[in-house]
């Protein structure tokens, strides 16, 4: 299958999910696959340049789509919550030096205090970034994590607390990334999809697949088809709320990871047209 003879460009990578990569390979192995863009983690820059990420990106002819991550706005003290502000600046200015429109948010939580407190200091966290989101022209999208992350990595869960935070702000720099991964079981999905289409809010959309059994709940992700997640269906929810922009494969597996990169990717492509 030659990169040209399929139709991937409205098809984005995360270089996470070719983590054994780096930037540079990522890059040219996406580019010449046929992808038509790239999110980037954060790790994938130390030690590079924006401006020159920036370039090849573009000289590539891939989007650079998003930013992943920032957030973590829970913390136990003042120091904590200055070095999260100063790392989601840090975020919003990286995603503006590589020409991603978006900074993906994983809101955090802390096992120490009740989930409520830990929802207050994500608005609040949003809230101090948000100024600087707008004077950079990069948008936040807030990114609800399946509930067996509620303890210390996201107390957003639901769509509908995300639509609900979005709701709070109204600003066109705040919005939603909707991870099949993490939403496709909550029975209120569909008609949150159309409120978050209605209301502007519909930034990214995220797919991969829920293996059964699952043999671990961060680095087991499978390839779209290879699970019960019903992509297709989720896919034509967010395109009826209007959604036009990249479908995202965001997979972590240890077991893709540890095997031929480019034969994984050649496999996502595959898996991107035939189930998403």
Request: proline fraction near 4%; charge should be negative.
């Amino acid at each position: 299958m030659s990169a040209r003879d399929i139709d991937l460009s409205r098809v984005a990578v995360h270089t996470i999910t070719t983590k054994p990569w780096s930037i540079e390979t990522a890059v040219e192995r996406y580019a010449a696959k046929g992808f038509g863009g790239i999110t980037v983690w954060r790790d994938t820059l130390e030690g590079r340049e924006l401006p020159a990420v920036r370039k090849r990106i573009a000289d590539a002819g891939l989007a650079s789509v998003a930013l992943v991550r920032g957030g973590f706005f829970c913390h136990a003290d003042e120091a904590a919550r200055e070095k999260s502000d100063a790392d989601n600046r840090k975020a919003i200015d990286e995603a503006a030096g590589i020409g991603a429109s978006m900074v993906v948010l994983v809101c955090g939580a802390l096992t120490t205090q009740p989930l409520e407190r830990s929802r207050e200091q994500i608005r609040e966290g949003i809230e101090r970034a948000l100024p600087h989101a707008e004077k950079q022209g990069v948008k936040l999208a807030i990114e609800p994590l399946h509930p067996m992350y509620a303890d210390d990595r996201s107390a957003v869960n639901t769509l509908r607390q995300a639509n609900d935070l979005c709701a709070y702000f109204r600003s066109p720099y705040v919005g939603v990334a909707v991870d099949v991964y993490h939403l496709w079981w909550d029975p209120d999905l569909e008609a949150e999809v159309a409120r978050c289409g209605e209301n502007g809010w519909l930034h990214a959309f995220h797919v991969c697949d829920w293996r059964t059994p699952t043999r671990d709940l961060l680095l087991d992700r499978g390839l779209m088809g290879e699970g019960c997640i019903p992509v297709r269906k989720i896919r034509s929810w967010v395109e009826k709320a209007g959604f036009d922009g990249y479908n995202e494969v965001e997979i972590f597996s240890k077991e893709a990871w540890e095997g031929d990169q480019d034969e994984w990717l050649d496999r996502i492509a595959r898996a991107s047209l035939e189930h998403v």
